[in-house]
Nanobody, 112 residues
Framework: QVQLVESGGGVVQPGGSLRLSCAASGLIFTFTDMGWYRQAPGKQHELVATISSTYVTNYGDSVKGRFTISRDNAKKTVSLQMNSLEPEDTAVYYC??????WGQGIQVTVSS
């Protein structure tokens, strides 16, 4: 079955950086569009970034210029480099394999 396992979350101070990774199995990764979404307490599920099978990327307005999504087809991983983190980035981050599969989520907390 399809599994998406996130790693790399944690607590970081404002202005800091974190790198999330998602390891995929059970799917043909090379041909699968991938993405990261997040949900903060009391807020709606929000698009963070997507990357297609042809490496086309798309970002949510709130993270443009700060976050970078990438993929490694050989390792079947998708990563999210998050720089200049703000308290508003605090959320549970979810890896998504289009169009049906989700990871369990990983907490990112930005706090001084």
């Amino acid at each position: 079955q399809v599994q998406l396992v996130e790693s790399g979350g944690g607590v970081v101070q404002p202005g800091g950086s974190l790198r999330l990774s998602c390891a995929a199995s059970g799917l043909i990764f090379t041909f699968t569009d991938m993405g990261w979404y997040r949900q903060a307490p009391g807020k709606q599920h929000e698009l963070v970034a997507t990357i297609s099978s042809t490496y086309v990327t798309n970002y949510g307005d709130s993270v443009k210029g700060r976050f970078t999504i990438s993929r490694d087809n050989a390792k079947k991983t998708v990563s999210l480099q998050m720089n200049s983190l703000e308290p508003e980035d605090t959320a549970v981050y979810y890896c998504h394999a289009y169009s049906a599969y989700w990871g369990q989520g990983i907490q990112v907390t930005v706090s001084s």
